[in-house]
């Protein structure tokens, strides 16, 4: 019979800060974990298929990026861990930040699918320009029309950079 490990991500998880300490060394400039007992120095966690990196620790998967939160303040993130930078494979502790799940989001840098115009944020006016606007907070901000797509996604571009320092309510926050 075979176990399966299972992803922890809940603030609860039975992982301390000081267990987490005996286990693992964290570089909090590099965001690199090292073992400390088996596989000694050797660098801790595989990559998800979501892209962020995971460590097994005690018969359990956790997230780097909470690992690096529980490692650096002694306590288990309350919400949700944002890498400021949007790039989730990079874990030093100056790329970390608490956020809410909208503030989380300004990280989708990419347009859906259903985007006509292949630029986030902006969209086809009747006229044969583009249209910039962003939502935060549910609520949407209109940015203006632009002769030129490239244009208008500068605009939401730099919205979308002010929106993201804003801040999270956290240590990062602006």
Do not use: C
């Amino acid at each position: 019979m075979t176990t399966r490990s299972v992803l922890v991500t809940s603030p609860r998880a039975a992982l301390t800060a000081s267990r987490l300490r005996e286990l693992l060394d964290y570089d909090p400039v590099t965001g690199v974990f090292r073992h400390r007992r088996q596989y000694v120095g050797q660098v801790a966690g595989s990559m998800s298929t979501r892209g962020y990196l995971r460590i097994y620790v005690d018969q359990k998967d956790y997230y780097a990026h909470r690992l690096a939160w529980l490692f650096m303040t002694g306590e288990w993130p309350v919400g949700q861990i944002d890498h400021v930078d949007g790039e989730k494979r990079k874990n030093s502790f100056a790329n970390l930040r608490e956020a809410t799940p909208a503030q989380n989001q300004q990280n989708i840098w990419r347009p859906s699918i259903r985007n006509a115009t292949g630029y986030r944020g902006v969209s086809l006016h009747e006229s044969g320009s583009f249209v910039a606007q962003i939502s935060t907070n549910g609520r949407r901000r209109y940015l203006g029309i632009f002769a030129t797509v490239e244009a208008a996604s500068e605009a939401y571009m730099e919205a979308k950079r002010q929106e993201h320092t804003r801040g999270a309510g956290s240590r990062h926050a602006n």
